[in-house]
Nanobody, 128 residues
Framework: QMRLVESGGRSVAAGRSLRLSCQANGFDFERDCLAWFRQVPGQGREWVVHRSHGGRISYWYSDSVKDRFTVSEDKPHNMVYLQMDTLKTEDTGMYYC????????????????????WGQGTQVTVGS
């Protein structure tokens, strides 16, 4: 059974960096799907980045964060990190780590309904 716990969110000034962590216990780094979403009050969850393993592990980023956000993995410690650089005020939101069991080669996708395991979220607030 998977259990996801996010941490690292806080208030920062625009232009600064922040690293979020997702403790992903029970996650199989060789086959499972994982994504980061964010949400602001009154809006739906916005896809940020998702994992893909069609042949090799890679990450797909939304246009809004591409070239600023980077995911890294620490397999021995079951950790996934979201490095966020050059933060903007529009990056403010509750950030969620999401996952589901899968098989190698399966497309993970960017729809929140593709994921059935969610963490509790960690709040990121970017001030101007």
């Amino acid at each position: 059974q998977m259990r996801l716990v996010e941490s690292g969110g806080r208030s920062v000034a625009a232009g600064r960096s922040l690293r979020l962590s997702c403790q992903a216990n029970g996650f199989d780094f060789e086959r499972d799907c994982l994504a980061w979403f964010r949400q602001v009050p009154g809006q739906g969850r916005e896809w940020v980045v998702h994992r893909s393993h069609g042949g090799r592990i890679s990450y797909w980023y939304s246009d809004s964060v591409k070239d600023r956000f980077t995911v890294s993995e620490d397999k021995p410690h079951n950790m996934v990190y979201l490095q966020m650089d050059t933060l903007k005020t529009e990056d403010t939101g509750m950030y969620y780590c999401a996952a589901r069991s899968s098989s190698p080669g399966n497309w993970c996708g960017l729809e929140s309904s593709n994921y059935d395991q969610w963490g509790q979220g960690t709040q990121v607030t970017v001030g101007s």
